[in-house]
């Protein structure tokens, strides 16, 4: 079944810095790769998102890349901002047992200073 | 649509009872699953319902666990007994038939057995 692993755990940059966070997963049959963000005692919420055909894809500061070949993903954050502070997962819509489901990575706990 | 609404937000319980937390899906969403996060394990998927019919339950833990979706509004997990490793934030979330990968997570209930 699918595996997901992220890193790094945590992160702390100053503030206008990039940040990167990176996953690796197991099945190659996985298709969809979402990042959700999850602020201190909130909900995860959706931020992007890209499917297996598709190398990148970007919306404003955030983008994401997907290597197919060696089956890792990223996230790229720019110009970072102290409300991007939050705990970052990562997924992959792979197969498991008799369905398909979202398997999370471990989460990175990004702190942004100010 | 005020999302995926989850009761109770805290719950706090003593070893040996009954728990039943509920969830209410977004409208015509097709799809709920029920989640819990903990830091060891991170977001698990417990359960999850297409059309308020049970599709994978492999991530249940237990017999003590089980989950019932009787109309497309509403949805319980209860544990029967809790126990102190039963503690954790249980989320559910919800998705559309269209795009069922990008789930809308509720706020969470707070799960403490002691």
């Known amino acids: 079944g699918e595996n997901v692993e992220q890193h790094p755990s945590t992160l702390s940059v100053q503030e206008g810095d990039s940040a990167v966070i990176k996953c690796t997963y197991s099945d190659s049959a996985s298709n969809y790769f979402p990042w959700y963000k999850q602020e201190l005692g909130k909900r995860p919420q959706l931020i992007i998102d890209?499917?297996?055909?598709?190398g990148e894809k970007k919306d404003q500061r955030i983008a994401v890349t997907l290597n197919k070949t060696a089956k890792h993903f990223s996230l790229h954050i720019t110009e970072t901002q102290p409300e991007d502070s939050a705990v970052y997962f990562c997924?992959?819509?792979?197969?498991?047992?008799?369905?398909?489901?979202?398997?999370f990575g471990s989460g990175t706990r990004l702190l942004v200073r100010p | 649509d005020a999302g995926v609404i989850q009761s109770p937000r805290h719950e706090v319980t003593e070893m040996g009872q009954e728990v039943t937390l509920r969830c209410k899906p977004i409208s015509g969403h097709d799809y709920l699953f029920w989640y819990r996060q903990t830091m060891m394990r991170g977001l698990e998927l417990l359960i999850y319902f297409n059309n308020n019919v049970p599709i994978d339950d492999s991530g249940m833990p237990e017999d003590r666990f089980s989950a019932k979706m009787p109309n497309a509004s509403f949805s319980t997990l209860k544990i029967q007994p809790s126990e102190p490793r039963d503690s954790a934030v249980y989320f559910c979330?919800?998705?559309?038939?269209?795009?069922?990968?990008?789930?809308?997570f509720g706020s969470g209930t707070q799960l403490s057995v002691l």
């Open positions: 997924a992959a819509r792979g197969r498991m047992d008799s369905s398909y489901k979202l398997i």
């Open positions: 890209i499917r297996s055909n598709v």
């Open positions: 979330a919800s998705s559309p038939w269209r795009d069922n990968e990008k789930l809308f």
